[in-house]
């Protein structure tokens, strides 16, 4: 994936083996991802890569997403593409949640394969595109069906792409997760960015810092930004206002593993997530929304953290909490506004069958 904890290419470059942190340093994350980007206008007269524009074409049913769930960045990507309705534009093929040092693999799988990609690891497709691919094998990342080749795994740009290139293949009611208004545009950037470098990849400061003054920094780094967010979210239903927006979504994949890995595994414990009553309040709203937690796997989530990690949790042992749920208990965020949707636009419909996460992964899905 691109989660900074799962993937190779998410390590210090000089870690090596199962290490995630580095004796003395910070943690740095490697942000070189492939930069090609699926267009509307994009591709080569013959549909391939346009080397000039480093671009393929949008084309429904040519491509497949691989995101594993336990990934926050990539289950970034699982939820834009269902609260979109992308799913019979684009597949979804799904890793299972721990891998080794060389790559992500279709362990749940029949036969341990990728049913639509028939490769068993991620890194086959990275080799047909480079075949001295230097970086880690990151998910989401976007694969070429039609010579199996990775297209891209720049997660931050592949979200956008799916609100904008892909527009002509949204669902009918689709919400608009990017505001028109350049304004609100510029002031949810600047959320973002703030959300993605002091809370999304704040975490795993805090869990890879090689110090103890590395650690601590970043810890209040980390809380500070938490607070802030606190604060927004007392009087505005959501980080721009009162509907969804994909700063919504960037931030959700962080606190919805909070306090199932972060606050223990990582050492981000001056709080849990259930102890900031907005934030905790936010996110149970976002969770009973369809679209957000029906795509979450907490057993998953915990076995990757807990089982690759193993620098940091030697023994690999996963914990048995916390418990889940009160996810589903009433977030009273409803006085705050009812345009969840914005104007025109409505929920996804259920689940794809073969897409649902499994029985007791989820309080959304009983045993």
């Known amino acids: 994936m691109n989660d900074a904890a799962s993937s190779p290419s998410d390590r210090p470059e000089h870690a090596k083996g199962g290490t995630y942190t580095v004796k003395g340093q910070e943690y740095v994350r490697d942000q070189r991802y492939?930069?090609?980007?699926?267009?509307?206008d994009?591709?080569?007269?013959?549909?391939?890569?346009?080397?000039?524009?480093?671009?393929?074409?949008?084309?429904?049913?040519?491509?497949?997403?691989?995101?594993?769930?336990?990934?926050p960045?990539?289950?970034?990507?699982?939820?834009?593409?269902?609260l979109l309705g992308l799913e019979d534009a684009i597949s979804l093929g799904l890793p299972g949640p721990t891998h080794d040092e060389r790559s992500w693999t279709f362990d749940l799988d029949p036969d341990g394969k990728d049913p639509v990609l028939g490769i068993e690891r991620l890194q086959e497709a990275f080799f047909k595109r480079d075949?001295?691919?230097?970086?880690?094998?990151?998910?989401?990342?976007?694969?070429?069906?039609?010579?199996?080749a990775v297209v891209t795994n720049d997660f931050a740009q592949i979200t956008l792409d799916l609100m904008t290139e892909w527009a002509e293949h949204h669902r009918e009611g689709a919400p608009r997760?990017?505001?028109d208004d350049p304004d609100e545009r510029a002031e949810m950037d600047a959320v973002m960015q703030r959300v993605y470098t002091e809370v999304n990849n704040g975490v795993y400061r805090?869990?890879?810092?090689?110090?103890?003054e590395a650690y601590e920094a970043a810890y209040d780094r980390l809380f500070t930004a938490l607070d802030w967010l606190e604060e927004r979210l007392a009087d505005r239903r959501y980080l721009m206002g009162d509907h969804l927006t994909e700063a919504d979504v960037r931030l959700f994949t962080t606190l919805v593993r909070f306090d199932a890995v972060y606050h223990g595994h990582f050492k981000c414990n001056r709080n849990k997530l259930t102890?900031?009553?907005?934030?905790?309040?936010?996110?149970?709203?976002?969770?009973?929304?369809?679209g957000f937690g029906d795509t979450v796997d907490f057993v998953q989530i915990k076995r990757h953290y807990y089982v690759v990690h193993n620098d940091i949790n030697p023994t690999q042992i996963v914990p048995a909490g916390p418990a889940l749920d009160?996810?589903?208990?009433?977030?009273?965020?409803e006085r705050l506004g009812d345009k969840t949707w914005g104007d025109g636009g409505t929920a996804p419909g259920p689940v794809r069958g073969g897409e649902r996460v499994a029985a007791g992964h989820n309080p959304l899905y009983a045993a």
Do not use: K
């Open 73 to 82: 960045w990539a289950n970034r990507s699982i939820i834009v593409r269902r």
């Open 131 to 148: 075949p001295g691919y230097p970086r880690g094998i990151t998910v989401p990342a976007i694969v070429d069906t039609r010579d199996g």
């Open 206 to 212: 805090c869990g890879f810092a090689g110090s103890q």
């Open 177 to 179: 997760l990017l505001p």
């Open 42 to 71: 994009g591709g080569a007269s013959d549909g391939g890569h346009d080397a000039a524009s480093d671009t393929y074409p949008v084309e429904p049913g040519r491509y497949r997403l691989v995101a594993a769930r336990a990934c």
């Open 34 to 40: 492939i930069p090609t980007r699926i267009t509307r």
């Open 326 to 333: 009160g996810w589903l208990e009433p977030h009273g965020r």
């Open 275 to 290: 102890e900031m009553p907005h934030l905790w309040a936010h996110a149970r709203d976002l969770f009973q929304t369809p």
